[in-house]
């Protein structure tokens, strides 16, 4: 089995984007590897969280991802703050990195927009930490979506400059694994834009607790256009929307876009509206109401976080601590 690493934001409920191009893919990979999941709320804390609203959401978040199948008696499921080694192994490797490297870092550029010098310097430095997550247990393979491919680029840089500068083979390189069915979820009523927990509207987004009705809604209001359903995929080329609705309902049913399509050829949207309410209903409600169940018992959620820390630091300790001898620090 390999070391598996991965995170997710506290930054509001997991939507369906989440769910696609990660969590399902973290529950499928459980079988056979040890899984490191973790909440990093240190990651989220880089843009403005209220401290009461982040305390709920790494709770919520908790119950979301065992309700939708991490085993967190076999796995390890915890809080990113919970393990010091992270913000250790981060600070060294913010000394690794170079200013130049972190200026190419694409989401920083799109999360800072054009007012960049208002941001905090932990957006600017959030790439290292990510580094750092995986090193800190020399997890090897990471699955992650599309859009965080040049972050694991980076992370090998940092691994590459280590290894050099201090005359080593301690770090391993990274592996990525970015399932080719991780299909990048668009918003619901801009497919220019990804669907994100942080966008504040939520019509564009469908969150793994949304009530039936409220899916079927924000389903129904997602913006398509009026033309009819083509029979081939390049038949929705400059239609983004459309080509959103479709992906998403071909991955949900394990089909390709082609096969989605020959059930809707010829058809208008109200049509593929109603299949993929139905079928997100389908994934979503026994997430939704295993959520609610475990909710009640929450100092249940607080065991999970806190023997899921105790098991990291486990691993972490050992590594950390060895980092911080090559580069010379007396512990
Ligand atoms: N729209 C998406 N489609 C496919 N995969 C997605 N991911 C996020 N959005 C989509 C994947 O989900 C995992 C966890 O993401 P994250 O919480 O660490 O941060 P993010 O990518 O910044 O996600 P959000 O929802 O947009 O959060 P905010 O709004 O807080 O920034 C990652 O593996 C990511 O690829």
């Not at 509001?12 to 590897?33: C, F, K, M, S, T």
């Not at 090193?135 to 491919?149: F, H, M, S």
């Not at 082609?258 to 079928?279: H, I, R």
């Amino acid at each position: 089995g390999k070391r598996v690493f991965s995170g997710i934001q506290p930054t509001g409920i997991p939507h369906l984007g989440n769910y696609l191009g990660a969590i399902r893919h973290w529950v499928d990979i459980q079988e056979g590897n040890e899984c490191i999941y973790c909440l990093v709320d240190m990651h989220a804390l880089t843009v403005w969280q209220d401290p009461v609203q982040l305390r709920k959401q790494v709770i919520e978040q908790t119950a979301i991802l065992v309700a939708a199948g991490i085993d967190p008696q076999k796995q390890i499921l915890f809080n990113q703050s919970a393990v010091s080694a992270h913000a250790r192994l981060a600070w060294i490797f913010n000394c690794v990195a170079r200013i130049g490297w972190m200026n190419r870092m694409t989401q920083f550029k799109d999360k800072a927009g054009k007012n960049r010098e208002a941001h905090s310097a932990g957006l600017y430095v959030y790439p290292n930490l990510m580094a750092a997550d995986i090193l800190a247990y020399k997890a090897t393979c990471v699955p992650v979506g599309e859009d965080q491919r040049q972050h694991l680029e980076l992370a090998n840089d940092i691994v590459q400059k280590f290894n050099h500068d201090y005359e080593t083979d301690f770090f391993p390189q990274v592996q990525g694994y970015i399932p080719t069915t991780s299909a990048r979820v668009m918003n619901l009523r801009d497919g220019s834009k990804k669907m994100s927990k942080s966008d504040p509207s939520e019509q564009g987004r469908i969150e793994l607790m949304d009530e039936d009705d409220v899916i079927v809604n924000k389903i129904k209001r997602a913006k398509s256009d009026s033309e009819p359903l083509p029979s081939e995929r390049k038949g929705l080329e400059g239609r983004l929307e459309a080509f959103n609705l479709i992906s998403i309902y071909s991955v949900m049913e394990n089909k390709t876009i082609d096969q989605a399509l020959q059930e809707f050829a010829g058809q208008g949207f109200s049509t593929v509206k109603t299949a993929l309410s139905d079928v997100l209903i389908q994934h979503i409600a026994p997430i939704r109401e295993q959520t609610k169940k475990l909710l009640a018992d929450q100092a249940y959620i607080h065991t999970i976080l806190k023997q899921g820390a105790e098991k990291a630091s486990a691993i972490a300790e050992p590594i950390v601590s060895e980092a911080e001898a090559i580069v010379g620090f007396i512990k």
